[in-house]
């Protein structure tokens, strides 16, 4: 059985920084605390721990004085900074630059927003660390939306300022951004900011592709991965034999019938060793004993 792994999958830049950047802090002394799991990767997670990595939350802060806090690469408002220089934590800033790029646009719409009356709308999860991050770069409110559904929260009389989380699609985004011109009093006062990560977003037709070309597909990634879910979903959609998974323990052997071959893939935030891991055990189940 033929069995490949897709060379476009796993950590992208952002990760690749953050995780290195963890990996750097960790070879010092002490222990680094995280912010939220570093990655939404529960292997990958318990990988860093067994460095000395310990993931803590907001609540958690006042119990830190003196200790490095790591903020990973979905970034964090400004009141968290605020909140650690107030009790002496020393923070390692691994905010993904394509998000800190973004938390500067949310400032600048809304500043554009402020004397017309607008509003600022994000194509978001709401409650994900990169959005709560988004929002809370200014006290003025920022509505977030997730589909067609929530467009009823816009006021279309007046102007309206629209962006999204790097991660979403882009058909998605289009899609909404026209519903949101058709149904505005005056089309020409949406403003359309396209601000998702093209190396993310490319990934869904090459999925597609790669799924395509084989009999079963494991798509390897945390289940509390925003981006994995979506990216499941694009796999699923071309490959009606394509299981997700977290780890190699929860493969199953009937999976593989009739399978000449496999192919494995995962999310931005599964590391090429997990699925290096994943290939084995396939290997190793149709190895003749």
């Not at 899609?175 to 990934?203: F, K, Y």
Request: with cysteine; charged share 25%; proline share 4%.
């Amino acid at each position: 059985m033929r069995i490949e792994i897709d060379d476009k999958s796993g950590f992208c830049f952002g990760v690749v920084r953050a995780i290195t950047e963890a990996e750097r802090a960790l070879a010092g002394d002490g222990t680094v605390y995280s912010l939220g799991d570093i990655v939404h990767n529960r292997i990958e997670v318990q990988r860093l721990e067994r460095l000395g990595l310990r993931t803590v939350t907001h609540a958690e802060m006042p119990q830190l004085g003196g200790a490095r806090l790591f903020i990973r690469a979905h970034g964090e408002p400004p009141t968290t900074y605020a909140a650690a220089r107030g009790l002496g934590i020393e923070v390692i800033d691994a905010t993904c630059p394509v998000v800190a790029r973004l938390q500067r646009r949310v400032i600048q719409a809304h500043e554009r927003m402020r004397p017309l009356g607008g509003q600022v709308v994000i194509l978001g999860k709401r409650g994900h660390a990169e959005v709560v991050g988004l929002t809370g770069q200014v006290a003025d409110p920022t509505i977030v939306i997730e589909g067609v559904q929530d467009l009823d929260r816009i006021d279309f009389a007046r102007p309206i300022y629209f962006l999204s989380q790097t991660t979403q699609s882009i058909a998605l985004f289009e899609e909404l951004g026209a519903e949101m011109r058709r149904r505005s009093a005056d089309a020409g006062q949406v403003h359309l900011d396209d601000t998702i990560c093209r190396q993310v977003s490319g990934r869904e037709q090459h999925l597609t592709e790669f799924a395509r070309r084989f009999d079963t597909i494991l798509f390897v990634s945390g289940r509390k991965s925003s981006n994995g879910k979506v990216l499941y979903e694009v796999c699923r959609r071309a490959n009606a034999r394509c299981h997700q998974i977290e780890e190699p323990s929860e493969i199953d052997p009937t999976w593989f019938e009739g399978a000449a071959s496999v192919g494995i893939c995962g999310a931005t935030s599964t590391p090429k060793w997990l699925m290096q891991q994943v290939a084995g055990h396939v290997g190793e189940l149709k190895t003749p004993h």
